[in-house]
C-alpha cells in the first residue's frame, strides 16, 4: 500500500488507568471495575472516533494477593472478566472491535477456541485474542493442578495451544451446517471434520461445536517482548502489542518482526506491529510536562518494587536503599520488559527510586507528552518512518486521557490524512487490512 493512503490503526487499552498512580488522579473514574454503564459510555466515544478496536487486558487472578500491603496499594483486582464483558459491549456497538487477553498457559485449548469463536459471531465479526503465555505466578495459583512453569515451556505448550486453536476454527467451515428441511441433512460433513491432534501437551479430537467466523477467523494478536514472543508472534499475530520507548527501538522491533514473518512464508503487511502509546496533553509542552510530573508524585513504591521484581525473576530488591544506583542485575534473571529497565538503569545511571517511578509511569510504553501538535507530529513521525503500523492508546488516566484523545488528537491525525474518517468494513479484519491469509502451524 502506499503512504498516501496507508492509515493508522488504533486501539485503546482499556480497564483502567495505565500510569500506576494514575487512579489516585482526581479526574479517575475508578467504577469501570463494578459499573458496566461507563464501559458502554466509553465503548460508544471510541466506536465514534472510529478506533479499530478495544482492547481488554487481563490476567486470571488479581496480582501479589499474598503480598499485603503491595495487594493494599495496587490498583485492580475488581475488573470484569473480559470475554463476557465484550459480549455485552457487542450489543451496544456495531463497528469496534473487541479484542482480549486468555492466556496459554492453564486453561484449555478448546475452551478458548469456542468462546472467542462463539463473541466472534455474536459481535459480526469483530473479536481479537489477544495471545500471551502469562507472567503472573498468581495465574498459576487459580489452578489447581497447573505450576508456573519457566518461560520457554510457557512458549512451547503457548505454541502448540494456538495450533490447536486454529485447527479448531478451521474445523468447521463455511457452509458446515446446510439445514437442509427436506434432505434431512443438518450439516455437510465435507465442511465439518474432526481434527485429532495429538501432540506434547494437549489431545484435541474436535470438531469444534459453533459456527464458523463471520471475519474467516477471528484476528490473533500476540503481546510479548522476548525472543520466544517475537518467534510465536511473527508466525501467527495479525496485530502486535508491544512496548518500545524509543523511535528506534521500535523500528528495529518492527524490522524484525517483519523479517521473521517473510521467513514464515507470510506477507509482513499482513502483521500490524502496535506499540502502546501513553498520551498526556497540555496548552503548552510545560503543562503537559507538569501533568506528568504531579501524577509521578502518588506513586506507590512498594507496588512499584513488587511489579518490577516480577521481571527480575530471583534477584531479590528487598533492601536495597532506594536512592542508591539501580543494582547490577544479571541479564539471566530479567525477564521480559525487565530487560528494558534494567538496560535504561546502567545506561542512564539511574537509582532504584528513579527506575521504579519511570516504570510505573509507562512501563516501558512510548510516553508521548505535549501539544496537540507535538503528539501529532510524534505518532506520525513514528507511523510514517517504519515504526509502528499504529498505536494502542494507553490512558494515563482513565477515562479522560481517552477523552482528550478523541477530542483532539484524532481530529489532528484525520486532518493530516493519517486516520480513517468512516470504517471501511464491519470486520475487524476488514478495518485492520489484516486479511484472512493461512497462519503456519508450529507443527505439521
Ligand atoms: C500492550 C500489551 C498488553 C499486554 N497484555 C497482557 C495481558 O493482558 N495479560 C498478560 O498476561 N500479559 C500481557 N502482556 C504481555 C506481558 O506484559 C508479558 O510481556 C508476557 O506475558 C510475557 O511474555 P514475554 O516474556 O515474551 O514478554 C501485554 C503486553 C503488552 C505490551
Known sequence: MNGATRKMKLGAFCGGSYHQAGWRHPDADNAFGQDFAPWVELAHRLEAAKFDMMFIADTASPGDAENPDVFRYSAGGDNFEPMTLLAALSAHTTHLGLAATIATSYRPPYDAAREILSLDRISGGRV?????????????????????????????????????????????????????????????????????????????????????????RPVLIQAGQSEEGRAMASRVAE?????????????????????????????????????????????????????????DTRIDLRAAQARLQLALKAYDLSGHDLDAPFPDVPPESVVSRGRHHVEAAKREGLTLRQVLI?????????????????????????????????FN????????????????????????????????????????????????????
Open 128 to 216: 481479537g485474542w489477544n495471545i500471551v503465555t502469562g507472567i503472573s505466578p498468581d495465574d498459576a495459583a487459580q489452578y489447581a493442578d497447573q505450576n508456573f512453569v519457566p518461560q520457554e515451556q510457557r512458549y512451547a505448550r503457548g505454541e502448540e495451544f494456538v495450533d490447536v486453536v486454529l485447527k479448531l476454527w478451521d474445523s468447521v467451515q463455511p457452509g458446515a451446517f446446510p439445514r437442509d428441511k427436506e434432505g434431512g441433512a443438518y450439516k455437510d460433513l465435507d465442511r465439518i471434520h474432526l481434527i485429532r491432534h495429538a501432540g506434547e501437551h494437549y489431545r484435541v479430537r474436535g470438531p469444534l461445536k459453533g459456527a464458523p467466523s463471520p471475519q474467516g
Open 239 to 295: 496485530a502486535i502489542f508491544t512496548a518500545q520507548s524509543t523511535f528506534e527501538q521500535a523500528r528495529a522491533f518492527r524490522d524484525d518482526i517483519r523479517a521473521r514473518a517473510v521467513a514464515w512464508g507470510r506477507n509482513p503487511d499482513h502483521v500490524k506491529v502496535m506499540p502502546g502509546a501513553l498520551v498526556v496533553l497540555g496548552e503548552t509542552r510545560e503543562e503537559a510536562q507538569a501533568r506528568w510530573a504531579e501524577l
Open 393 to 444: 492508546i494507553m490512558p494515563a488516566v482513565n477515562p479522560t486521557s481517552f477523552e482528550e484523545f478523541i477530542e483532539k488528537v484524532v481530529p489532528e491525525l484525520q486532518n493530516r490524512g493519517l486516520f480513517r474518517t468512516e470504517y471501511e468494513g464491519t470486520t475487524l479484519r476488514d478495518n485492520l487490512e489484516a486479511p484472512n491469509a493461512p497462519i503456519p502451524l508450529s507443527k505439521a
Open 358 to 390: 519511570r516504570s510505573s509511569a509507562s512501563n516501558a510504553h512510548f510516553a508521548v507528552i505535549g501539544t496537540v501538535k507535538d503528539v501529532a507530529d510524534e505518532l506520525a513521525h513514528w507511523f510514517e518512518n517504519g515504526a509502528c503500523d499504529g
